[in-house]
């Protein structure tokens, strides 16, 4: 029934397998791919049609975790998995990032890419097996995929480089990088780091593309096996098209890219497209996107070549000058830490919030229910750039506010020294280019103005790539235009003596480790600038904190007395927080915290939690109030929660008939520890003075 091919490979001690033949038959192209018991399946199919007046390809890519692969049942109301996570929402952008260039640029069917993991061990980690997953499907299904590719993740660790390390491991390393590629070059990195050196990520880079090299071959003789026949592509000639909308419009388009304004640009560019409707609107043989897809092309000829040739940007600048910067701090008067960064017509206006443990993030994964005290959100308005446009968290969100946090992550100080919960959102007010990289810097700015201890100050800087056969240009601090119309997106992140993130999206076929080198000597000049600007603002840390932050003070209980403190069904601390107005925090290791932002709510808090585990001792004289009344004598409650018997024999120095005569339940007493009978109080008011 089933004809079923595999490939098996082993890297790093561990066996790879790639199958195919049996499960979902019916895709373009299906992969079951194996590395101890991590299972992923990534399927591929492409529309047979392109939908009419359709101008752009749509490739889809949907990483999917099922809670089934690690024996785990969804939490929430409905049970069963919902949207995506924000992990997978990473994972499906990683993925995407070294297939999408390597299909041919007039290719525009529909592409779905869909990688489940169905297992999952918790040791081999299931994005790297989803990307080669995903290459082998599509290099199996006839599709017009330029690839293969593979991927892997390198470690470093004690001054070694460790190839696809386990989670434990990674828990130890220094670097976190994914690289993926071709045989021959480059296509995507993606990293967090400690401060590495620009040569030490280079090599972890090469390490990795080494590594991986043996996966693409055996995709290769799968697909030799197995393959399915290539589909065509048709190869339209639009070069008269072309020729008729330069001799027409290319000296509009040349005076629009000199205006250094982006905003003036932009509108002579739309003039440009208006003129250009307007001489193929009577055309029956040329369509609306075409002859736009055309102008498109001389755009991005008339950029490339001034760079090429006259070595001058859109904006004027030299290939590695950065643009004018301008830091401030402290600019929103209630916040606990703000920073408003701008770099040309960039701009990050970013805000730190300080708060406490229950103020983490709670999310669930295959690896169970995990817990953050550092949020970076990043909110991109379409105001930013001028336009009208919908209000949401998307993927690009999301991917740019987990390259921020990777950039800031290794500087923040350990949870135990500033046990702070660290909210910082930063919102885009003005973007012509890398807004990833204002947002590090501004949340750097606005971290160390609401006094968060970080080890350093960082910067990061996108640098961009113009090449034409051997001939290169490497360009710092990248307009969006010149992103939009080069070769490269390279994000890199650092203090002044190493780099924390790295990111790399190549839109050609790959580039060499010599660019690769030039690109990061010429980002460690543009990084070390964009510091010294930042110095002007503010340099380290504030000593002290904003007189709007919570302030913390953490006591130590036993841990017999938790429970006390809490509390049946959190009522006792629900009180605390109630009549103090301050938040508390209870930990399992007896490590009560409270924050106020006052000190008068602080210390009541203390004194209430103070009260509950203390312990009454003998002789001592405490006020309390009478709770209730008896025949015998009366309970007084002291220290909080604690509850003492006065007998009626010690209510007063006369003779008493009824407690009632001298004492009411609501009552406030002062009473003296006279001793203790099998573990109950006993009071005295008569020997407290009464």
Known sequence: MFKVFNEEIEINGKKIVLETGKIARQADGAIIAKCGETVVLATAVGAKKVKDEQDYFPL????????????????????????????????????????????????????????????????????????????????????PFQGPIAASRVGYISGKYILNPNPKELEESELDLVVAGTKDAVLMVESEASGLSEKEMLEAVKFGHKNFVPIIEAIENLAKKTGKPKWEVENIDHSEVKKKIAKALESDLRKAFKETDKKKRSNSISEAEIKCKEMFKDDEKVT?????????????????????????RIDGRALDDVRQIKCEVGIIPRSHGSALFTRGETQALVVTTLGMADDEQRFESLDGMQRSNFMLHYNFPPFSVGECGRIGTGRREIGHGKLAWRAINSSLPKKENFPYTLRVVSEITESNGSSSMATVCGTSLSLMDAGVPIKEPVAGIAMGLIKEGDNYSVLSDILGDEDHLGDMDFKVAGTKNGITSLQMDIKITGITFEIMEKALDQAKAGRKHILDEMNKAIKSSRKELSKHTPKMETLKVDKKDIATVIGKGGATIREIVETSGAKVDVKDTGDVTIAAPDAESRNKAIEFIKGLVAKPEVGKIYKGKVVKIMEFGAFVNFLGKQDGLVHISELANKRVAKVGDVVKEGDEVSVKVVGFDRGKVKLSMKQAGA
């Open 288 to 312: 609306e996107n075409q002859a736009t897809a055309q102008l498109k092309s001389l755009e991005k000829d008339i950029v490339r070549t001034a760079i090429m040739k006259d070595k001058k």
């Open 60 to 143: 889809s890519v949907n990483y999917q975790e099922k809670y089934y692969a690690a024996g785990k049942i969804p939490g929430g109301y409905f049970k069963r998995e919902a949207r995506p996570t924000e992990s997978e929402t990473l994972i499906s952008r990683l993925i995407d990032r070294p297939i999408r260039p390597l299909f041919p640029e007039n290719f525009l069917n529909e592409i779905q890419i869909l990688p489940t993991v169905i297992s999952y061990d918790g040791e081999n980690q299931p994005d790297v097996l989803s990307i080669i997953a995903s290459s082998a499907a599509l290099a199996i299904s006839g599709l």
